[in-house]
């Protein structure tokens, strides 16, 4: 079943079409506010799709604009009067950031999203113990009610992953995202096994952009292309301010831009070899960056050996691993995540041991 066609694209194809007929008129926009008595910014938000237009202003453009043809007008006149109409997402305007409820309506009709994120993972991807997590951290001046609302919200979002034509999602995090705990070690638990479950939905692909990848296009920061079933719908590119402002951006060239380094992300996800893992201890999980997918191998098995120097008190613990991997943990809380050695990190760190080079100096 496609995508139903939503106010906030009937906005966007209404603003598009008055700018097309405003621009093949030669009229300014500051002519048309003017005339109208609007700001023109006001005007601009109209022809951009960020907000709707009385049916007054729409009567008296287009006779500005010469359109007198009674079926291109009743069109018209509809898109108006759908782009009224309100989105499910209009009852969460109270805890909205600025500009975010246009980009919610967006996602909400889009066909595909294209994301890379640097910092914490996609909402669409969050449980909901790490958004609320997330959202008490960074939203801190909002009452534990607010932080609920939220996080309602952004559970609510997730139904397009789920829909009878679901939204097709492809998404790129840093591997800092992977490595950032966020809350108790039980969130993130839970956070990774719901990013390997997600992966192997046949609607979305999850890649890892690599510490060992470098520089690359992603460090002005996360964005998203936001894509429309219908191709005469332009692609959306979104970003997002420091404290929160969502910003649309329309433009070809910004749009290519990030189509660009989006592309160029994916490309460099390929080069990941198979020795760049994350471990949580105490999970059965390990999420390994391994190609371009996510995969699992199962540690509920690992055996920890003790050091004979232990006492009841303090122990450094060491698992041999699949691969010839190296696991090392801190006995008294089995819960944190331990280090993870390769055979040649293992053989550098037990020989800088045995030369004291991690010696506590003598006070």
Same mark, same amino acid.
């Given at each position: 079943?496609?995508?139903?066609?939503?106010?906030?694209? !009937?906005?966007? !194809?209404?603003?598009?079409?008055?700018?097309?007929?405003?621009?093949?008129?030669?009229?300014?926009?500051?002519?048309?506010?003017?005339?109208? &008595?609007?700001?023109? /910014?006001?005007?601009?938000?109209?022809?951009?799709?960020?907000?709707?237009?009385?049916?007054?202003?729409?009567?008296?453009?287009?006779?500005?604009?010469?359109?007198?043809?009674?079926?291109?007008?009743?069109?018209?006149?509809?898109? @108006?009067?759908?782009?009224? !109409?309100?989105?499910?997402?209009?009852?969460?305007?109270?805890?909205?950031?600025?500009?975010?409820?246009?980009?919610?309506?967006?996602?909400?009709?889009?066909?595909?999203?294209?994301?890379?994120? @640097?910092?914490?993972?996609?909402?669409?991807?969050?449980?909901?113990?790490?958004?609320?997590?997330?959202?008490?951290? =960074?939203?801190?001046?909002?009452?534990?009610?607010?932080?609920?609302?939220?996080?309602?919200? !952004?559970?609510?979002?997730?139904?397009?992953?789920?829909?009878?034509?679901?939204?097709?999602?492809?998404?790129?995090?840093?591997?800092?995202?992977?490595?950032?705990?966020?809350?108790?070690?039980?969130?993130?638990?839970?956070?990774?096994?719901?990013?390997?479950?997600? /992966?192997?939905?046949?609607?979305?692909?999850?890649?890892?952009?690599?510490?060992?990848?470098?520089?690359?296009?992603?460090?002005?920061?996360?964005?998203? %292309?936001?894509?429309?079933?219908?191709?005469?719908?332009?692609?959306?590119?979104?970003?997002?301010?420091?404290?929160?402002?969502?910003?649309?951006?329309?433009?070809?060239?910004?749009?290519?831009?990030?189509?660009?380094?989006?592309?160029?992300?994916?490309? /460099?996800?390929?080069?990941?070899?198979?020795?760049?893992? %994350?471990?949580?201890? &105490?999970?059965?999980?390990? %999420?390994?960056?391994?190609?371009?997918?996510?995969?699992?191998?199962?540690?509920?098995?690992?055996?920890?050996?003790?050091?004979?120097?232990?006492?009841?008190?303090?122990?450094?613990? =060491?698992?041999?691993?699949?691969?010839?991997?190296?696991?090392?943990?801190?006995?008294?809380?089995?819960?944190?995540?331990?280090?993870?050695?390769? /055979?040649?990190?293992?053989?550098?760190? %037990?020989?800088? =041991?045995?030369?004291?080079?991690?010696?506590?100096?003598?006070?």
């Amino acid at each position: 079943m496609p995508v139903s066609v939503g106010p906030t694209v !009937r906005r966007r !194809r209404l603003g598009s079409e008055l700018r097309r007929l405003r621009e093949s008129q030669s009229i300014k926009l500051e002519e048309v506010a003017e005339r109208l &008595g609007l700001a023109p /910014s006001t005007l601009s938000r109209i022809e951009t799709g960020k907000a709707p237009t009385r049916t007054a202003y729409l009567t008296s453009m287009l006779e500005l604009y010469g359109v007198d043809d009674p079926g291109q007008r009743q069109v018209l006149l509809e898109m @108006a009067r759908e782009g009224h !109409r309100k989105g499910w997402w209009a009852v969460w305007d109270g805890v909205l950031p600025t500009g975010f409820g246009i980009y919610v309506g967006l996602e909400a009709e889009a066909a595909s999203l294209r994301v890379y994120e @640097a910092q914490v993972v996609h909402g669409l991807l969050q449980t909901e113990d790490y958004a609320r997590a997330v959202m008490s951290t =960074v939203r801190r001046r909002e009452t534990p009610d607010e932080i609920d609302r939220l996080v309602k919200l !952004r559970m609510q979002r997730q139904e397009v992953l789920l829909r009878a034509d679901p939204l097709e999602l492809w998404i790129i995090l840093d591997e800092a995202v992977l490595r950032r705990m966020v809350g108790p070690s039980r969130i993130m638990r839970e956070q990774l096994d719901h990013l390997y479950e997600a /992966s192997q939905w046949p609607n979305i692909t999850l890649q890892v952009l690599s510490f060992g990848s470098g520089l690359h296009p992603g460090l002005g920061g996360p964005f998203a %292309i936001i894509e429309f079933p219908e191709r005469f719908d332009p692609d959306v590119v979104y970003t997002e301010g420091v404290t929160g402002q969502a910003y649309i951006e329309e433009r070809d060239r910004e749009v290519r831009a990030r189509s660009e380094a989006f592309d160029l992300h994916r490309a /460099s996800t390929g080069r990941l070899g198979a020795s760049d893992p %994350i471990y949580f201890r &105490g999970t059965r999980r390990r %999420i390994h960056l391994k190609g371009t997918r996510m995969s699992e191998y199962d540690l509920s098995n690992a055996a920890w050996i003790s050091s004979r120097a232990c006492n009841n008190s303090a122990c450094v613990q =060491v698992a041999h691993l699949p691969g010839g991997m190296v696991g090392l943990r801190d006995s008294k809380d089995t819960t944190k995540p331990a280090h993870i050695f390769d /055979s040649a990190e293992w053989a550098a760190f %037990i020989t800088g =041991v045995k030369a004291g080079e991690f010696d506590l100096p003598v006070s």
